[in-house]
């Protein structure tokens, strides 16, 4: 949904899809944050503490109320809609950090650890592999500079976790990359 989730082209079923996906657009070509959605989203309800309105938030809140205020025949947009996106946004800016959490529970040594952070990180491309007693039992391949690094970190999860499923009880295991 935001750097990486390309809107359109899902078949939008109404009038508010296509509202969002103009938002969706609106956030992420403008690079703005989970928090600057959230201030916007207080001042929209009327529920924030902050005296000062930043640039940021004063062109989300601008959007907001051009969206939550059309009148016949479209209907106003949905204002909870709003702390949905908040809410998806601020779980793909997490991405990284999560991964980096998932990246430290592996049973694997530190400099494996640290390799593996790089991958996202540093947006490198090679060839993943798992070796159990000396035999490459899996391997896949990534290149993060095609993805964001958030949809990177999924993908460099999901794939982790499909390998490890294949690691025969109680063996030690190795992650190696190369480029």
Known sequence: MFKGIQPGGAGLENPDDTE???????????GYTADQMREAYYRLVGVSDEIEITPEVAAILSKMRGMTEKSFPLTNFPINRFATLVGTKEKFENMVPLYHK??????????????????????????????????????????VKDLSKEIAAVVMVKA??????????????EITFSE
């Open 20 to 30: 969002t996906e103009n938002f969706v657009k609106f956030i992420k070509e403008n």
């Open 102 to 143: 998932y990246v430290d529970a592996l049973k694997i040594s530190d400099v494996e650890k640290g390799i593996l952070r790089s991958i996202i990180d540093n947006e490198r491309e090679g060839e993943i592999a798992l070796w159990v007693e000396g035999k490459t039992i899996s391997y896949f391949k990534i290149a």
């Open 160 to 173: 982790i976790e499909k390998m490890v499923k294949e690691i025969p009880s109680g063996k030690k295991y």
